[in-house]
T-cell receptor
Framework: LAKTTQPISMDSYEGQEVNITCSHN???????ITWYQQFPSQGPRFIIQGYKTKVTNEVASLFIPADRKSSTLSLPRVSLSDTAVYYCLVGPRERDAGNMLTFGGGTRLMVKP | GAGVSQSPSNKVTEKGKDVELRCDPISGHTALYWYRQSLGQGLEFLIYFQGNSAPDKSGLPSDRFSAERTGGSVSTLTIQRTQQEDSAVYLCASRNWAKDHGYTFGSGTRLTVV
């Protein structure tokens, strides 16, 4: 299983763009990169998933370089409500290819007014 | 239901007692997972159910922990002879492998062993 490394914490201000980078040097060919957001007293919530290049949805963008050894979650114009822990996960998407996805410690994002 | 439902939301128990935690996954999701999250920590995988296959129990920390899933739907995580180190939030997640939306987590059960 690919191990991930993220910054423990980040601070930002409302309206700024936040980029959180995750390192996954041992990513396998069939691994996807998925990001989750977790608020206190709630379970993690899916944000975005990608395999290579760039993925964008209504919440965030995910940038993945050609070597796929890292990925960057980009949150545009953050607000106070984006204060949460963000987890980067790497693992196969196929059902029978292994399912013990490992959540690391995540990145605690604090958005200040 | 629309989401993953877990009960109880909070449980306080005395050391040595047994507890049962329940997870009701999203209807039609064949994959169900249990994770544990200690205060301020990441998620620790416990067990995984996929359809009628034998569950992956490789994450269970001791033989005091067990889980079952009846009828491919509701799952119960049982902790016998609870210890203080079992105190954590126990999260359940389900997944539809036919879609690309990853896991859907419940809000968890906060277990406190006193």
């Amino acid at each position: 299983l690919a191990k991930t490394t993220q910054p423990i914490s980040m601070d930002s201000y409302e309206g700024q763009e936040v980029n959180i980078t995750c390192s996954h040097n041992n990513i396998a060919t069939n691994d996807y990169i998925t990001w989750y957001q977790q608020f206190p007293s709630q379970g993690p919530r899916f944000i975005i998933q990608g395999y290579k290049t760039k993925v964008t949805n209504e919440v965030a963008s995910l940038f993945i370089p050609a070597d796929r050894k890292s990925s960057t979650l980009s949150l545009p114009r953050v607000s106070l409500s984006d204060t949460a822990v963000y987890y980067c996960l790497v693992g196969p998407r196929e059902r029978d290819a292994g399912n013990m996805l490992t959540f690391g410690g995540g990145t605690r994002l604090m958005v200040k007014p | 239901g629309a989401g993953v439902s877990q009960s109880p939301s909070n449980k306080v128990t005395e050391k040595g007692k047994d507890v049962e935690l329940r997870c009701d996954p999203i209807s039609g999701h064949t994959a169900l997972y249990w994770y544990r999250q200690s205060l301020g920590q990441g998620l620790e995988f416990l067990i995984y159910f996929q359809g009628n296959s034998a569950p992956d129990k490789s994450g269970l920390p001791s033989d005091r922990f067990s889980a079952e899933r009846t009828g491919g739907s509701v799952s119960t995580l049982t902790i016998q002879r609870t210890q203080q180190e079992d105190s954590a939030v126990y999260l359940c997640a389900s997944r539809n492998w036919a879609k690309d939306h990853g896991y859907t987590f419940g809000s968890g059960t906060r277990l406190t062993v006193v």
